[in-house]
C-alpha cells in the first residue's frame, strides 16, 4: 500500500511539473516564433522595395542588362495583375485579396509556435506587403498601382524579389503540412496513439517492480 501510495503520489508530482514545463515552453516560445515571422517578413519587405527602387531608378528607360550569359536579365515592366504578371487588368481584384491574405497571416500567428511555419509565413507576409505597396502608392494610384517586375529567366515571366517570397513561403508552407507540421509546433505522425499507450504501461511496470520488491523484503523477514 505504501509503495503503491508513493508511486501514485510521485506521478501526480510528475505530471504537475511536466504540465507546467510545457505551460513555460509555449508562453515561452510563441513570442520568439513572432519575432522570427516578423523579421523575416520585414527582411523580404525590405529586400523588395530597395531593389524596386534602384530597378526604377537605373533600368527604366534603359537597356536592358544581361547576366551569365543571358540567363537572367535586368528589366523593368510594370505589372498590373498577379505574381508572374497573372491575370493583368484586374488589379483592385488582386489588392482585395493580398490586403485578405496579410490579415489571414497576422490572425494565424497568434497560435504560431513553429519555427519553420514562422519562416514560411514570414516569406508570404513579406512579399504579400512587398507587392500590396506597389498597389497602394504607385501609379496610377487608387489601389490599382502597378507592381514593379525587373528580374526575366528565358521562358519565364518577369518577376521581382516578392514573388520570390511568396513563391519559396508557399512551396515551404507545402512540404509543411504534407510532413504533418503543425502551426503550434506539434506533428501530426498518425501514430499518436500508440506514443500514449506506451507511456502509459511505463508507470504500471514500475509500480509492479516496487511491489514485487517489497514482497520480496517482506519474505525475506
Known amino acids: 500500500m505504501q509503495t503503491t501510495r508513493g508511486t501514485t503520489l510521485s506521478e501526480i508530482q510528475n505530471e504537475r511539473d511536466g504540465a507546467g514545463a510545457a ?11 513572432i519575432v522570427v515571422l516578423a ?20 533600368l527604366e528607360g534603359e537597356r536592358p542588362i544581361e547576366l551569365l550569359g543571358g540567363l537572367t536579365t535586368l528589366r523593368v515592366t510594370r505589372n498590373s495583375g498577379a505574381a508572374f ?17 496579410v490579415i ?15 519562416l514560411s509565413l514570414g516569406l ?10 506597389d498597389r497602394i502608392f504607385r501609379e ?13 529567366w528565358p521562358n519565364w515571366p518577369v518577376f521581382n524579389l516578392a514573388d520570390s ?7 515551404l508552407a507545402v512540404v509543411l503540412a504534407a510532413r504533418g507540421y503543425q502551426l503550434d509546433g506539434t506533428r501530426d505522425t498518425g501514430s499518436g496513439g500508440s506514443a500514449e499507450s506506451t ?23
Open 23 to 33: 505551460s513555460e515552453t509555449e508562453t515561452g516560445s510563441r513570442p520568439r516564433r
Open 165 to 171: 517570397a511568396i513563391v519559396c513561403g508557399g512551396v
Open 140 to 152: 496610377p494610384g487608387g489601389f490599382q498601382g502597378h507592381v514593379v517586375d525587373w528580374i526575366e
Open 85 to 101: 504578371s497573372i491575370g493583368t487588368g484586374m488589379t483592385w481584384v488582386f489588392t482585395i485579396i493580398a490586403i485578405g491574405v
Open 39 to 58: 523579421a523575416v517578413a520585414l527582411t523580404a519587405l525590405l529586400a523588395d522595395q530597395i531593389t524596386k527602387i534602384l530597378a526604377v531608378a537605373r
Open 104 to 118: 489571414a497571416i497576422v490572425r494565424t500567428a497568434r497560435d504560431l509556435r513553429s519555427l519553420p511555419w514562422a
Open 199 to 221: 507511456e502509459e504501461t511505463v508507470p504500471d511496470g514500475s509500480a509492479e517492480s516496487s511491489e514485487g520488491a517489497g514482497t520480496s523484503g517482506e519474505d525475506a523477514k
Open 124 to 133: 508570404l507576409l513579406g512579399g504579400a506587403l512587398g507587392n500590396l505597396g
